[in-house]
T-cell receptor, first 115, second 114 residues
Framework: KQEVTQIPAALSVPEGENLVLNCSFT??????LQWFRQDPGKGLTSLLL?????REQTSGRLNASLDKSSGRSTLYIAASQPGDSATYLC??????????????FGRGTQLTVWP | DGGITQSPKYLFRKEGQNVTLSCEQN?????MYWYRQDPGQGLRLIYY???????QKGDIAEGYSVSREKKESFPLTVTSAQKNPTAFYLC?????????????FGEGSRLTVL
């Protein structure tokens, strides 16, 4: 069974820092990996989707990389701002087996950016 | 605007009552999902459906039921058999296909059992 781990569980940084959030998964047979942001009491907002054939995706100050063979993804946030404070989750979608349609989520990294 | 609508946003239930959470999407997505989120637990999959009139149990299906009679709708019923139903419930959907399939979420429904 696929397991997804996110490190660190929580992170607190001053405004302006560049930071890296980590996601690892145990089974490299994936179709894609998706990063989400969740604000307190809200649903999840999709940030970036990386297909298994891709190495990275960028959106504004966000860059996500994927190393499928080693079971790792990183989310890089440049020049962090207080508005980036949220919980960040990653999810992987397997490419085979009876669980073909579902996604597996990590528990998230709770990020606080202080002014 | 295209999106996923969950209702109600907040729901209070007495013990022993069944309640139904609504999830509607106008994104023309094939697959739909229900997740439960508890503090410190992460997201847990309750049920998912990849096509109309078909659905599969997730990891914590006991005490829940779903239907998928229309492509746009995937309601979740929390039955009295669910022992600890107080939680935040999230509905999601995505397009079908191996190399597409970005997952989108609704805003969630918070259920509290009194």
């Amino acid at each position: 069974k696929q397991e997804v781990t996110q490190i660190p569980a929580a992170l607190s940084v001053p405004e302006g820092e560049n930071l890296v959030l980590n996601c690892s998964f145990t089974d490299s047979a994936i179709y894609n990996l998706q990063w989400f942001r969740q604000d307190p009491g809200k649903g999840l907002t999709s940030l970036l989707l990386i297909q298994s054939s891709q190495r990275e995706q960028t959106s504004g100050r966000l860059n996500a990389s994927l190393d499928k063979s080693s079971g790792r993804s990183t989310l890089y946030i440049a020049a962090s701002q207080p508005g980036d404070s949220a919980t960040y989750l990653c999810a992987v979608r397997p490419d085979r087996g009876s669980t073909l349609g579902r996604l597996y989520f990590g528990r998230g990294t709770q990020l606080t950016v202080w002014p | 605007d295209g999106g996923i609508t969950q209702s109600p946003k907040y729901l209070f239930r007495k013990e022993g009552q069944n309640v139904t959470l609504s999830c509607e999407q106008n994104l023309n997505h094939d697959a739909m999902y229900w997740y439960r989120q508890d503090p410190g637990q992460g997201l847990r999959l309750i049920y998912y459906s990849q096509i109309v009139n078909d659905f599969q149990k997730g990891d914590i299906a006991e005490g829940y039921s779903v239907s998928r009679e229309k492509k746009e709708s995937f309601p979740l019923t929390v039955t009295s058999a669910q022992k600890n139903p107080t939680a935040f419930y999230l509905c999601a959907s995505r397009t079908k296909g191996p190399h597409t399939g970005e997952l989108f979420f609704g805003e969630g429904s918070r259920l509290t059992v009194l």
